[in-house]
């Protein structure tokens, strides 16, 4: 039996997108019990030039978002980054699962060989469904999850590994 | 077409364990060219009760040891943790890929329900192949590689995403 594309990515986001909600929910509580400004740990960085915690969430949520999409061949749908605060970022990882759930599982399940762009300009580039997913679509979304949780980890959140990897 | 549980697992762990192998060769130059102690990236932490550096890449090279050995139904090797350095680093990551690439794909390819154990005693834990690659092996491969390449960043190692994302 192989691996099917819709086992691997649609319940993936959701068990890392859930993850983040509860951490993000236990960060708010934090600060809020050590009456901490929200924004010190939303605007949080690990290096000036990296993205901050909210832009992190985005940024994860958004690959979920538009994989599911390029997977399924429905538009990506666009959400402006329009949050400022833990309740946008809850908001936010809603409506991106809300999406990937409502996409039909069965053009995710044939997308292994559909022709996926990603990009544009110079910077556009064309996969094929699988190695899309694989190599390019779940090492960035595990990439900006990780650091969002690592950002908190970082600031004292008292978190451990088992709150990222979750349930499933 | 269905995804292969080979393509999901041996060539993903090549190519971030590739990456992790050329973000370190910077940080070692990094070091050498700032005449920087190299334990002082090595043992760098986010938090104190976090794993140093040199501790996130032997956990990630073992994830991927033991997925591959695991789904390919034979023993894991078993790796002492004797590393001090970046050369040590590189041995690991080096065998580590010798390891999975030794593995037979075949036995890979049909392993999306094999019965698969991780953990001993309280910890232990079963899986059908399937989703111990997708939700618990590759989560956890991705949560350390990432975190390794997050220390390094957060200690000035000029590095950027494309570095974490490597070629495939």
Request: proline letters at 5%; hydrophobic letters at 45%; aromatic letters at 10%.
């Amino acid at each position: 039996m192989s691996l099917s594309m819709y086992s691997a990515s649609v319940p993936v986001f959701r068990q890392v997108l859930g993850s983040l909600a509860a951490i993000l929910e236990k960060a708010e509580a934090h600060a809020d019990l050590k009456k901490l400004e929200p924004q010190a740990l939303l605007q949080a960085r690990l290096f000036p030039d990296m993205f901050p915690l909210l832009r992190q969430v985005q940024v994860a949520a958004d690959f979920a978002k538009g994989t599911v999409a390029r997977l399924g061949g429905v538009e990506v749908p666009r959400y402006e980054d329009v949050e400022t605060d833990f309740a946008g970022l809850q908001e936010r990882i809603a409506k991106t699962l809300a999406f990937i759930d409502s996409v039909p599982r069965e053009a995710i399940e044939d997308s292994a060989e559909r022709e996926v762009t990603v990009g544009t300009g110079a910077n556009q580039r064309q996969f094929k469904g699988q190695p899309y997913l694989v190599h390019y679509a779940l090492p960035n979304f595990y990439f900006h999850a990780t650091t969002a949780y690592d950002i908190l980890r970082h600031n004292g959140l008292e978190i451990g590994k088992r709150d990222f990897i979750g349930s499933f």
